[in-house]
């Protein structure tokens, strides 16, 4: 059967939440109490994250060093690799940064097309969303909505772990999931399969 593959970055694809590595290495104290205020979903992601920026005592050559440093899921290239000789379509959905993205993708020569929110340094950094979805307005990055859209013929299979793909999770064919997205399929009664890393994804791909 054709597939349309929807893929997270942040802890999906890295090894580590690129944001939250981020936010530990420059941001100061108060943070904390943003995040919990944006898991609550008091506070949208571009909310969350532009007061977050205020708190960062860094520059762009620090955010850069820090990717470099950014490790992916040592099996993802394998799986795009087989998605490809079975021709399907593969997309990275991000509620985190470009430029983390490109970083990452330019260190391990993987393109892959995405949708994230652009991140934007001027002396103080600050995020736009392009694909912010206003009649929901939590995520920057709206996944349902690119996920609806660019589905083609047969199953939309989604992979991710945290808050921001809890939505499209539930509008997926086949969920592959771990770490809080495990969790909250579990209490939703979402059919999913638990991974850790891609090596678990790869037979069912191939």
Known sequence: MKKTIFVDFDGTITKVDTCAAMVEAFA????QEINEKWERK???TQECANR???LFRAGIDD????????????FFKQFLSICREKGYKVYVLSDGYDFCIEAVFEK??????????????????KIECPHFNESCGNCGTCKTKLMTALKEEGQ??????GYSDTCPAMHADVVFAKGDLYIYC???GIKTIRYETFADILAYIA
């Open 42 to 44: 008091e506070l949208s």
């Open 156 to 161: 939309a299979v989604y992979i991710g772990d």
């Open 186 to 188: 579990l209490k939703k």
């Open 108 to 125: 391990y020569d993987i393109q892959v097309p995405y949708y994230a929110n652009k991140m934007l340094y001027d002396r103080g950094f």
């Open 52 to 54: 977050t920026f205020q």
């Open 28 to 31: 100061e104290e108060g943070w």
């Open 63 to 74: 955010i850069a060093g820090l990717m470099e440093k950014m490790e992916i899921d040592n």
